[in-house]
Every structure is written in structure tokens, then in C-alpha cells.
């Protein structure tokens, strides 16, 4: 009789235990998606992050900021990268499935380079000048003072936020049907890095093995180079924020990532990475 | 001597014919490597020209699949079973499908689109949407639009496939039906700023049901009812709400007329108000609406949405003459026979009428994570806001004229005379009583929607439809009241009482 009560208090501890289990929260995964232009940065933070907080898994996937932003409003991914501002038809579509605005997150600023070959002998272009080649109307280095070659051009696929930043803000019309799309602002930096007459646009954070090109407001004015001194004062022409996106506020284990991001540590990244601090 | 010059030669020969015949292989070798090269040669010629035409056919194929990545392709299908409580409704349960459509979007170049989209139902195939926008490259504000689409509204134009209730409501579909109408729109929405203008122009009478005397539809195929154009404007007002959400504030107008199809025209509360030169003559339909939408950050997405509406909404009468000739009647009289035929029009009309109405609706939504959503909707609709409840049935206005008879003699020959005699007598039947589009009603709406996924969502939803009660006589019965046939029994109902007609919806909705 003793025997068997024993058999039953270890039973019932066993389903205690087992129930105890299967109802302990399994570790929350934080899916990010977003931005090609952001992906080292936010992959940097996922990585320093999980070290320091063992028990969270966050998983950081680029793809664009369109694809991202899709992926916001269909639920598939928890965090959205993005280096241009949500358009509105993207809000409306965010409101009418989940009665929501989104929330926007400034999380990094950067300014948006422009890559020439090491060779090209050209130091600096007028956002009039930058229009005019990425729309086709300049197409030899001659008429804007490099040599008589024809101008080769790199850009970023439609999905990215880097294309449409630079579309909006300083092409203001339609690509050049010669712009070679690439898949990545590593991709553009090594194609142009290869090419003497190429010239290509991107994220400042992967500008290695080619020539950074100064932007002038026009004519008259100084051009600058990006750094951290110029975007902050808003001198350089062609910077803008880096975004995070999110359906809701957020709470939980996202919030505390995102505050970690915004904090001290996450922005001491975001300088190692060769953005810009937003604070 | 002799024998070391027989080796010399022997070995001259031999030596020679060795190296002539190495010399001949060697050429034969080279000449052998030459056609081989000539044959590589061949051989990458023809590669090069199929490479070639293969780059030609590549080209043609992606030029045809840029063509085919200008034409988008979206669309939706809603089937529901639905359970209604309306005593009229045979059979009263039924699976159905709600909408089938299918929408063809074509953007030749960047600015410039074509829509069409055809709902297809079983046996019956509509264009419910057909028109081509244009947008202007340089500021990006404007856009014109020109064809059939959504009239600028917001219940409206929020597609059914993202409505949170399974019905618009009433006062909307009442004042908009078929919610599109056909003519030209101008949009003009500023990239900088969270403003937009709508101002159309429409024929005005889209999906308007206006009967003939007999009550049929003499307005079936949505053409224009009357020269009459109609003008929308509509303009809205993001808001940001810090981090929180964000208010949409807007107002619309409508003002339009339409034909008046009958010269006489009631006030609201049914008193006479004027008589027109001709029927062609225009009643007046003016209305304004205020709306806001607010959205708020509450553990989840939560949106409060509403508008209120008022104006006037002319509704044509229409004025129907028969003629009846009786048989020639004949008397004698001081040596005159007088030969009468009476001719007797009768006038049917029913007066043409501008009521002042009013509704609003409002909505509250709450979703709860991603895949859940609950949705309260309020509406309220008064067709007749000039007509107290008590007063409706009960005829205030009746202009039946009284028969009048003419007399016209023509007199024929000398003698004996004969008088030809014409009477007209003439019956104007002028009357329209208020009535069942006069109740008001009010509805609550119950939904809740589950999202399986970015495609599929199912909702059930329970429609409370509530008509305000209406006069009731001396006798203790309801003045208004409508009759049925339901498997061909009469049935009656009375609006002194608030009628039954819930209704039960099950939806399932795929979209891609």
C-alpha cells in the first residue's frame, strides 16, 4: 500500500512536472525583415544582442524595404526594416487589416554615397548633375568633367528603399533604362569598383574598394562628402533615417530589443557599422 | 667501294623516302589540324549564330514579359451562407456567393492606368469597374480619372474585401447604389502633405431604380437618366497622433438634380410645392457629409470610424395620359341630329418629391494579435427627417382633380343639320402617400473576423435591422403596411411593430 502511494505522489509529480513544461514559454523568436541597406546593421544587432540576452532568437533577413513592409502588413515578419519612410498607400493598407497606423521608428541615419571607380578622375556632381545621369540625359563622363567615356550606371532593384530614396529625392523622374539593378548596396560598390567609368549609389556603410564622390546642391554651393559631421548638420545633400517598422506598440521581448537598439549599445553600433547615431 | 656506294645509295633512298614520307605525314597531320580547325571554326560559327539567335529570341521573350509585367491581376471571391429572419424571404437560408471579381490592372507606361474589373456571378457577368487614370509626372498631386469607378466616399470606396461588417450601410446604399457612377474625377493628393481633394463629375443616376406608372425600371441599363450632371467633391486630413495613431478628418458634397419626370414636385413632409414648366424640369439632390476615422494604439490596433450625412434626395414621379374613345351616341333635336363621341383621358401621375434626409454610422474595431478582429457598427438612416413617425401613412397631400368635360360642336351640310359634337372629358389622378420609404431604421452590426492568413479570412456576422415604429390608427392598426407573397401565401407587414429580419452571415473570403 505504502509502495504504491510512493508510486503515486512520483507519478503525479512526473505530470506536474511535464505539464509544468509544456506550458513554460518556449523563447519568443523576433523575426526581422527589411532593408538590404540595413541588413549588416541589424544583423550586427541581432548578434551583440542575443550574446547578452541568451535566451532571445532573432532572425534578420533582407530583401528590400517593399518586401519588408509587405511582410509587416502580412504578418510574416515582427520588425521591419526600412530606409525610406512607409508611403501612404502602405499605411492604408496596414489600417485596414489590423486597425493600425504602424509604428515608426527612427533608428539610424545615413546618407546615401555615391560610388565612383578609384580611377575616374571626377571628385564631385550637382544633385542637377546626379539627376541627369541616372536619367539618361548625361551620358558621357566628358559633360561633367572626366574623361570621353560613356557613363555606366548602378543602381538597386525597385523593392529597395535606397532605390526609391534616391529616386524621389534626387533622380525625380524615371531611372535610365541602362541602369544595371543589382541585388545590394556590396553588390553596386563591387561592380563599380571593377568599372573605370562606372558610377553607382548606396549606403555609406559599404563603401570599400571604391572612390566616394562629393554632392553639391547646385553650382554654387560647397560640395560635401558623407560623414557623420555633415548628415548630422544636414549639409550633406543626400541623407536621410534608417526606420524600423511595427505593427503595434510594442511590448514584451521586442520592446525590449528595440530599446537596447535605441539605447547606448545599440546606437555605439550603429557608428561601428558606418551609420549615423540618431541621438 | 662499291659496296660503301650501294649503301650510300641504299641509305639516300631510304633516307629519303623516310623523310618525304615524315614530310608527307607532317603535311597530312597539318592539313589534317586545318580542317579541324576549319571544322571548330564552322562548328563556333554556328554555335555563335544560334547564341545569337537565341540573345534575339531572349530579347523578343523579355520584351514580352516586360510587356505581361504591366498587367496586374488582383481579385477576390466572397461565399457565404446566410440565415435571414424576414418573414418574406423563401428560402429564408442559402449558400450564395457574394462577389466573384476579378480585377485587371494595365500600366503601359509609369502614370498612366487602366482598370477594368468584372464581378462574375452565376449566369451573369457586370463590369462593375472600367476607367483610366492619369497621373501627371511633374509634381505628382494631380490625377485625372475618367470611366466608371467608386464615387468619392468613404464607406464607398473601402472595399467590401476589407470591410470589417459584412454590409455597407443603409444610408449609403441609399443615397450611392452600386457605389459607382460614371464620369470624370480630378485627385489632387500633394506627396508632402496628408491631403486629398476628389472633385467628379457624374451622370448621376447610377444604379437609381425609377419606375413607370406600371412600376417597372426606366432606368435599367445605367444610362443617363437626364442631361443633368452631377458634382462630388470630397476632401480628407491625415492627422498624426504622435506614436499613438492618427485622426482622418474629411467632409463630402453632393450636388446634383435629376429630371423631374412629372410637372408636379412635393416638399418633404409631403405638402405641394411647385409646378414645373415640363416634366423635363430638374428636383434638386444636395447633400453634405462629415467624416473621421481614428486610429489608436490600445493593445492591438482600434479604430473608431464614422460620418454623418444630410441633405435632400429628389426621387422622379412620372405622368401617364389614356386615352378611351366611347361609341357615338346620337339625339334629334329641332330637326338637328347632333352625333357626340366622348373621348376620356385619364392622367395618371404621381408627383415627383425632394426629401430631407439624414444617417450616419459609426464603426468601432478592435483587433486582437494578428488574427482576430471584432467590429460593433451603428447606423442610422432617416429618409424622412421632415415627417415626424406619427405622421407617416397618413396622406397629407392628394391633388386628384376634379373630371372637367369640354364641349366642341362642328355643324356639317344645310338641310336637315347635322351636328358633330366632341366631348373630352379629362381624370387627373395626382397623388403619392407617405409610406415605407419614409421609416427610419436603425442597425447594429455584430462581426467577427479570423484571418487564416494573408489570403483567406472567414467572418460571422449578425445583422440587427430595426425599423422605427410607425402611426397607428383609430382602429389600433398600422398605418403603413407592405404585403407579401411567401410560397404563395399573402403575408402582411405591419410597421406599427418593429419588423423581424435579422440576419446571420458565414463568410469566406479568398483574395489574391
Request: net charge positive; aromatic share 10%; proline share 4%.
Amino acid at each position: 500500500m505504502k509502495k504504491s502511494n510512493k508510486t503515486l505522489r512520483f507519478a503525479a509529480i512526473i505530470a506536474i512536472a511535464l505539464i509544468g513544461f509544456a506550458f513554460m514559454p518556449a523563447p519568443k523568436k523576433i523575426t526581422v525583415k527589411g532593408s538590404d541597406t540595413m541588413v549588416i546593421l541589424a544583423q550586427k544587432w541581432a548578434e551583440v544582442y542575443m550574446k547578452s540576452h541568451p535566451t532571445a532568437v532573432i532572425q534578420v533577413t533582407g530583401g528590400g524595404s517593399g518586401v519588408g513592409i509587405s511582410a509587416l502588413i502580412n504578418g510574416a515578419t515582427d520588425i521591419c526594416n526600412a530606409s525610406r519612410p512607409m508611403k501612404q498607400s502602405e499605411m492604408d493598407k496596414l489600417k485596414e487589416r489590423y486597425a493600425s497606423l504602424g509604428i515608426e521608428i527612427p533608428c539610424a541615419k545615413d546618407g546615401i554615397t555615391i560610388f565612383l571607380n578609384e580611377s575616374n578622375p571626377v571628385k564631385e556632381l550637382t544633385l542637377k548633375q546626379l539627376s541627369n545621369i541616372f536619367s539618361g540625359k548625361t551620358r558621357n563622363w566628358k559633360e561633367v568633367g572626366g574623361p570621353d567615356a560613356d557613363i555606366k550606371l548602378y543602381g538597386r532593384e525597385n523593392s529597395s528603399g535606397t532605390y526609391v530614396f534616391f529616386k524621389e529625392n534626387v533622380v525625380k523622374t524615371d531611372y535610365a533604362a541602362s541602369c544595371q539593378t543589382l541585388p545590394g548596396t556590396a553588390a553596386v560598390v563591387n561592380a563599380v569598383s571593377k568599372d573605370k567609368f562606372g558610377i553607382g549609389y548606396g549606403g555609406a556603410a559599404y563603401a570599400s574598394g571604391v572612390k566616394h564622390c562629393g554632392v553639391k546642391k547646385d553650382d554654387k554651393s560647397t560640395a560635401y562628402m558623407a560623414t557623420a559631421e555633415t548628415i548630422k548638420s544636414g549639409q550633406y545633400p543626400i541623407s536621410r533615417y534608417l526606420y524600423m517598422y511595427l505593427r503595434n506598440r510594442p511590448t514584451g521581448e521586442i520592446k525590449a530589443y528595440i530599446d537596447w537598439i535605441l539605447g547606448p549599445e545599440g546606437q555605439k553600433l550603429v557608428t561601428e557599422i558606418g551609420y549615423f547615431p540618431v541621438k | 667501294m662499291k659496296k660503301v656506294k650501294n649503301a650510300l645509295i641504299t641509305f639516300g633512298v631510304i633516307f629519303f623516302s623516310l623523310f618525304f614520307s615524315t614530310e608527307l605525314m607532317a603535311q597530312k597531320q597539318v592539313d589534317d589540324l586545318k580542317k579541324e580547325q576549319d571544322t571548330i571554326k564552322e562548328n563556333v560559327s554556328t554555335i555563335r549564330d544560334k547564341i545569337s539567335g537565341f540573345e534575339e529570341r531572349l530579347a523578343t521573350a523579355e520584351g514580352d514579359l516586360a510587356k505581361l509585367t504591366k498587367i496586374k491581376l488582383s481579385g477576390y471571391i466572397q461565399a457565404q451562407w446566410q440565415n435571414s429572419e424576414a418573414a418574406n424571404i423563401y428560402p429564408n437560408n442559402m449558400f450564395m456567393i457574394r462577389r466573384a471579381r476579378v480585377k485587371f490592372t494595365y500600366e503601359p507606361v509609369q502614370g498612366i492606368v487602366f482598370v477594368i474589373q468584372p464581378d462574375f456571378q452565376p449566369g451573369n457577368i457586370t463590369v462593375k469597374d472600367a476607367y483610366a487614370v492619369a497621373n501627371e509626372p511633374w509634381l505628382k498631386t494631380f490625377s485625372l480619372w475618367a470611366g466608371k469607378f467608386n464615387r468619392p466616399n468613404y464607406e464607398v470606396e473601402y472595399s467590401s474585401s476589407n470591410r470589417e461588417v459584412p454590409e455597407r450601410s443603409r444610408v449609403i446604399r441609399a443615397i450611392y447604389p452600386d457605389e459607382r457612377a460614371t464620369g470624370a474625377k480630378l485627385e489632387i493628393a500633394p506627396p508632402q502633405l496628408p491631403l486629398k481633394i476628389q472633385l467628379a463629375l457624374f451622370n448621376g443616376n447610377d444604379g437609381l431604380t425609377i419606375t413607370d406608372v406600371n412600376g417597372s425600371n426606366i432606368n435599367p441599363v445605367n444610362n443617363d437618366f437626364d442631361n443633368h450632371k452631377d458634382f462630388m467633391g470630397r476632401v480628407t486630413y491625415a492627422f498624426k497622433l504622435g506614436s499613438v495613431g492618427g485622426l482622418t478628418i474629411g467632409a463630402h458634397g453632393y450636388y446634383g438634380a435629376i429630371k423631374a419626370n412629372t410637372t408636379d414636385v412635393l416638399n418633404s413632409d409631403y405638402t405641394y410645392n411647385k409646378t414645373l414648366d415640363n416634366i423635363g424640369k430638374l428636383i434638386r439632390k444636395n447633400w453634405v457629409g462629415f467624416e473621421a476615422q481614428l486610429y489608436f494604439d490600445v493593445l492591438g490596433g482600434l479604430a473608431l470610424k464614422g460620418e454623418y450625412i444630410f441633405g435632400i434626395n429628389g426621387t422622379p414621379g412620372y405622368s401617364s395620359k389614356t386615352s378611351v374613345v366611347s361609341p357615338m351616341t346620337s339625339s334629334l333635336k329641332n330637326d338637328t341630329l347632333t352625333l357626340t363621341t366622348l373621348t376620356t383621358n385619364t392622367i395618371n401621375n404621381r408627383p415627383a418629391i425632394e426629401r430631407n434626409f439624414n444617417g450616419y454610422y459609426v464603426y468601432l474595431i478592435k483587433n486582437i494579435g494578428k488574427r482576430n478582429q471584432i467590429a460593433i457598427r451603428y447606423d442610422y438612416y432617416d429618409p424622412n427627417s421632415k415627417l415626424a413617425s406619427d405622421q407617416i401613412g397618413i396622406a397629407k397631400w392628394d391633388a386628384g382633380i376634379a373630371a372637367k368635360t369640354d364641349n366642341n360642336y362642328t355643324y356639317a351640310g344645310t338641310d336637315p343639320v347635322i351636328a358633330t359634337n366632341t366631348q373630352t372629358k379629362t381624370v387627373v389622378n395626382n397623388s403619392l402617400k407617405s409610406g415605407t420609404s419614409d421609416i427610419k431604421y436603425q442597425t447594429i452590426t455584430l462581426a467577427y473576423t479570423y484571418f487564416f492568413d494573408d489570403n483567406i479570412k472567414f467572418m460571422l456576422a449578425y445583422e440587427i435591422p430595426m425599423n422605427k415604429k410607425v402611426g397607428v390608427n383609430s382602429t389600433g392598426v398600422g398605418n403603413v403596411t407592405s404585403t407579401y407573397t411567401k410560397n404563395g401565401e399573402p403575408g402582411i407587414f405591419d410597421y406599427s411593430d418593429v419588423i423581424k429580419q435579422n440576419v446571420l452571415t458565414l463568410r469566406m473570403q479568398v483574395k489574391f
